[in-house]
């Protein structure tokens, strides 16, 4: 069957794509000699999707004689657009890490001894299955809770949920982009979800306020940024440090950290006080604009300036620019928001500052993305919990839309409103990415159950009961990946070698567990090929389809907002006072609080990305640990000559609750201010296992021992550690 037919009668994108697929298809035959043996060397190329971070860029994989050669960005997927980032394209030394885990594990020793016995997957599965029963009957289905992150965790989810349990949470909320999207619902109605609608392609001045585009390599991003930057939009970033992004700016403004608010402000008290704002779109789609004004009358330049060491003209140069270049003017939303505990209503200033500039639903500010919906594999509706979730979001968190993984491991250690006692961690090294790791251990002392669901021996397989290796997702199949984007699109996730080892999926782990717990109506299908196709089906697309192609685009509606918009908010307008806000008796519009400063002698702690590394999950992967092996701590060079600290040199990171860090070099530099230090989160890894990663490095997450909840969403700031440096001989 042509493509080429099937792409006129539906809906499809024609995009370059369709050629590039079947040629990728073309290669896969094998070529047999007489006999029926591979004659000549084998090369096919598979198309699928990534998972070395969250951004799930379609991927073409090279195979020769079996093996996995080479990775590249597969030209049709709009997210990858014919290129990966450096941790896509070095997914094979996560294929081939020799520290993989290998076989089901059953703990031997104590939690968090690491010793283990090999078990049958029957065994372990009976095992779990065995504990679950006991669980339910003994304190409810609501005990037992899920701790997920990436693509592959669906089918643990389904599973959680036809037993009956409502808890559900992945780190990504309450550790990293909750409080945006709550800041951006209140005022918009909606969030900016994954991956973010910002329209970097089109937009004329984009401003980073701490998201650090360039080492954040979040693909389609830095590919937009890249060309924006190209075409000569104003780049204006605001970060205590000096970020590769920075080095691209027209405005650098090194912010004292923790005081981005007061800017926030000042910039909205210009665009109104001097009338730079989209009076139009203002009066067509504001609501509460005068209270706005009326409330940050007095948040002039001048005041901000003394908050943030910012001088009052370059913000008010800034603003008068942002006045010029609206509506394209794109002030970023960020992702990893969870800064001070006041975020969530710090990314509401950023939403009330493009809700003034008019970009909300314009070119070069936010596109309106749309989706494409794929009826479910019919199963029978889900039990009703008979209680809600147990992290306090809806209640003590009345703004969180999404469960709080803090939340629940808090929950299993008061008990309040009531205990959890087993956990399914799957694709997600609690240990590292939790605030406060010695709270997460004593959580896990509570449990009757820890199953830890991962590739790799991380820290918190340590401490599991029963270890399930997982197939790396260039070894299975997975749920379709249905995007709400520019275009929205699907993409299909499938093997591209046999799964090494005796590893399995996801997908077939969740579905053996519920056949043992008597909820194999969950999961009707003979395999998962079944379960793909008949959902590729109702969307009039094939399994055998997808697997040449790996995604297929749809036509996207309206991009930009039409006359009459409404929106999803209580006024259906864009609330610049929030009524909801002043309801719960919170700020409707945002106000300033200053952070703790530094005890004497010490330094904020603040942490970012790689470009090269996802947290800890690359740190092991042998490709691009020798590319980059450890992290380094940035510290200011006039404060190192104060110390005596030289480059290159051997330090400790003490913080203000005596927890010292593992060894890491100084890295000497004007980049960052006198009152900061900054690492790269993921390093430091204590797991035995980890035999490359293990030792190098510090370990950000070891150090938070203190967190700032917000009030409005539950998430955990974590930039409120404070380190003193201690020289090792
Ligand atoms: N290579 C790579 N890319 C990634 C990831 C990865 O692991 N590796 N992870 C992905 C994920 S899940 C996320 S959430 C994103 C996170 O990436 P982003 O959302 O872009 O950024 P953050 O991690 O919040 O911010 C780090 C930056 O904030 C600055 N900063 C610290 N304190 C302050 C402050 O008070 N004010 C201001 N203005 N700036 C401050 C730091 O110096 C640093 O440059 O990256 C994504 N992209
Ligand atoms: N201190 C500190 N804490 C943080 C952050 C920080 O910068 N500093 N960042 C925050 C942010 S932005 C986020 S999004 C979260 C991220 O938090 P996590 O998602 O927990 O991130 P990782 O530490 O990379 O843990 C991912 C785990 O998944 C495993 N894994 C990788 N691929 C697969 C797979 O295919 N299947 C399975 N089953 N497992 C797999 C990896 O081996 C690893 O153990 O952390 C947050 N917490
Ligand atoms: S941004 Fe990089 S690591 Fe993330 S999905 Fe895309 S290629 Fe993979
Ligand atoms: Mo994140």
Request: hydrophobic residues 40%; contains cysteine.
């Amino acid at each position: 069957m042509l493509f080429g037919e099937h792409l006129g009668r539906r809906r499809f994108l024609k995009i370059a794509g369709a050629a590039a697929g079947a040629a990728a298809a073309g290669a896969g035959v094998r070529l047999l000699d007489s006999s029926g043996k591979t004659a000549a060397p084998e090369t096919r190329k598979v198309a699928t999707f990534c998972e070395l971070c969250f951004w799930k860029c379609g991927v073409l994989a090279t195979v020769q004689n079996g093996k996995v050669t080479r990775l590249e960005g597969h030209p049709d997927h709009p997210l990858a657009r014919g290129r990966l980032c450096p941790r896509g394209n070095g997914a094979t030394g996560l294929l081939y890490d020799p520290d993989r885990l290998k076989t089901p594990l059953i703990r031997e020793g104590e939690r968090g001894r690491e010793r283990f016995r090999e078990a049958s997957w029957d065994e372990a599965l009976d095992y779990i299955a065995g504990k679950m029963r006991e669980i339910k009957e003994n304190y409810g289905p609501e005990a037992m809770v899920l701790f997920t992150h990436g693509h592959g965790g669906s089918f643990f989810a389904h599973l959680l949920k036809a037993y009956g349990s409502p808890n559900i949470a992945a780190p990504s909320y309450a550790q990293c982009r909750g409080p945006r999207e709550v800041g951006f619902q209140t005022t918009f109605g909606t969030g900016v979800g994954s991956p973010e609608n910002t329209d970097i392609a089109n937009t004329r001045m984009l401003v980073l306020v701490g998201s650090h585009l360039g080492e954040n390599m979040h693909n389609t991003q830095v590919q937009e940024f890249a060309e924006a930057i190209r075409r000569g939009a104003r780049i204006v970033v605001v970060d205590p440090r000096f970020s590769v992004a920075a080095s691209k700016a027209h405005w650098y403004l090194p912010i004292k950290p923790g005081t981005d608010l007061a800017l926030l402000l000042a910039w909205i008290h210009v665009l109104i006080e001097e009338e730079l704002y989209d009076r139009d779109y203002v009066e067509q789609y504001g609501f509460g604009f005068d209270k706005l004004k009326e409330i940050t009358a007095s948040d002039t330049p001048e005041w901000a300036a003394a908050i943030t060491e910012i001088p009052a003209e370059t913000i008010r140069a800034v603003a008068r620019e942002m006045g010029r270049q609206k509506p394209a003017v794109l002030v970023h939303p960020g992702r990893h928001v969870t800064w001070y505990g006041d975020d969530a209503q710090r990314s509401r200033a950023i939403a009330i500052l493009n809700g003034l500039l008019g970009s909300w639903g314009r070119p070069g500010g936010f596109y309106l993305p749309s989706g494409v919906t794929v009826p479910k594999f019919p199963a029978p509706d889900y039990p009703k919990p008979s209680r809600p979730p147990a992290d306090g979001s809806g209640s003590r968190y009345p703004l969180a839309d999404e469960l709080l993984a803090s939340g629940l491991c808090e929950a299993t250690i008061t008990g309040a409103p009531y205990s959890a006692k087993g956990w399914i961690v799957y694709g997600t090294n609690l240990i590292q990415s939790l605030p406060n790791p010695s709270q997460t251990i004593e959580a896990i002392n509570r449990l009757e159950l820890l199953v830890v669901v991962d590739v790799l021996p991380v820290e918190i397989a340590g401490y599991a009961d029963v270890v399930l290796p997982e197939c790396t997702y260039l070894e299975r199949y997975d749920d379709l990946y249905a995007a709400s984007f520019r275009e929205p699109f699907l993409a299909l996730r499938q093997p591209v070698v046999q799964p090494m080892y005796d590893s399995r999926p996801g997908w077939w782990m969740a579905r053996e567990l519920a056949r043992r717990l008597g909820l194999e109506a969950y999961f009707p299908w003979k395999d998962i090929e079944e379960y793909l196709d008949r959902r590729l089906r109702s969307v009039n697309l094939t399994l055998s389809e997808m697997k040449q192609r790996g995604v297929a685009a749809f036509a996207a509606d309206e991009l930009y907002l039409k006359p009459g918009h409404r929106f999803d908010t209580p006024s259906g307008k864009i609330e610049f006072y929030s009524p909801v806000l002043a309801e719960l008796g919170v700020d409707p519009v945002p106000r300033y609080t200053p952070p703790a400063e530094p005890p004497p002698g010490h330094f904020r702690l603040l942490f970012g990305r790689s470009p090269l590394h996802t947290f800890g999950r690359t740190t092991n992967n042998r490709v691009l640990g020798s590319l980059v092996a450890e992290n380094e701590v940035w510290i200011n060079d006039k404060v190192a000559a104060r110390l005596g600290i030289r480059n290159r040199d051997k330090l400790r990171l003490v913080n203000q609750d005596g927890v010292r860090s593992n060894v890491v070099r100084a890295r000497v530099t004007r980049r960052i201010r006198p009152d900061a230090v900054y690492l790269v989160h993921g390093f430091g890894h204590t797991a035995q296992g980890l035999r490359f990663a293990r030792g190098r490095g510090a370990d950000d997450a070891a150090l938070v021992t203190r967190y700032a909840v917000d009030p409005l969403m539950g998430g955990t700031g974590m930039f409120v550690n404070f380190v003193r440096l201690e020289k090792e001989a």
